[in-house]
């Protein structure tokens, strides 16, 4: 599913990049090294983090984009590291479960 | 013109590729900005994707270590024919248990770390399980050496 696609369904703003990405499949957590290893290229990873370290992995793994769940904000040097690295970063009110719920029901 | 690009390739891999990295160990802004770099040059340079991959993790999770638990130090990457080989070198306090720090969970990462997302007790797990080889050389009060090897044409 297009990134543009799902920010219309859930409402989603876009914090830093573009939307024109593909996303084909979801990983959910905070701790880096587990989404280290378990994000996957082409992955929506949806987390609560949000410094700057969650950039770099997102980078690293070449994650589709990052879901910042529960309006979680960039801290400025991570918005500013975004930016640079063209990392799709978005965000919602909902939770991290509401996220993965949506998303299930979507059906990719 | 076949015979000379057949002779550059030959030189090419001939040739090891060396990337040194100074690891800051205070800058937890640029923590994985080596990986980041090694990764982009990897795919320069044509290696297969999942290689690319196993050396990112690897190399992210020591580089991290090295700024987390060590106060930083030097990371060297070499690639040749047969391996790439990752290079982790601080002067931090040393491991004291490793077959316990092996262990998926343990963690002494401080409470302000851990907000960072840190301190899963992944990393060391992650680097073994994402290379073919990994020795630790490791002193108490002296600093710990990882030698990560991802295997090529295997
Ligand atoms: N370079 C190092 N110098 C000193 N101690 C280290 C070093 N690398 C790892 N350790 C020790 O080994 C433990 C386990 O490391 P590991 O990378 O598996 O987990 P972590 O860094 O604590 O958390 P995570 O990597 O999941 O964020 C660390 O908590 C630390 O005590
Ligand atoms: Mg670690």
């Not at chain 2, 990752?86 to 077959?99: H, W, Y």
Request: with cysteine; charged share 20%; glycine share 8%.
């Amino acid at each position: 599913m297009k990134l543009s696609e799902l920010c219309e369904k859930l409402s989603l703003t876009v914090i830093a990049g573009d939307t024109d990405a593909s996303f084909d499949g979801v990983y959910a957590g905070d701790l880096l090294s587990r989404a280290m290893s378990h994000v996957e290229a082409e992955n929506l990873w949806i987390t609560i983090m949000s410094n700057i370290n969650v950039i770099a992995v997102a980078s690293l793994t070449e994650a589709a984009a990052v879901l910042l769940a529960e309006d979680v904000e960039l801290v400025p040097e991570a918005l500013e590291a975004a930016r640079t690295k063209d990392i799709t970063v978005l965000s919602s009110p909902m939770t991290v479960y509401e996220l993965c719920v949506k998303i299930g029901e979507l059906s990719l | 013109m076949k015979a000379v690009s057949a002779e550059n390739w030959g030189m090419l891999m001939s040739e090891p590729i060396n990337f040194h990295f100074d690891v800051d160990g205070e800058n937890f802004s640029s923590a994985g900005e080596a990986s980041v770099v090694v990764k982009k040059k990897l795919r320069q340079l044509g290696f297969p994707p999942d290689v690319i991959r196993r050396v990112s993790i690897a190399m992210y999770e020591g580089e991290i270590n090295m700024v987390i638990h060590a106060n930083g130090g030097d990371a060297d990457v070499t690639v040749d024919d047969d391996f790439i080989t990752i290079v982790l070198k601080d002067t931090g306090p040393g491991i004291p248990d490793v077959s316990l720090a092996m262990q998926e969970g343990y963690s002494t990462a401080r409470e302000s770390i851990r907000a960072l997302g840190f301190g899963a007790g992944m990393g060391l797990p992650n680097m073994k399980k994402y290379t073919d080889s990994m020795e630790i050389d490791t002193t108490v009060g002296v600093g710990t050496t990882i030698t990560m090897k991802i295997a090529l044409n295997s």
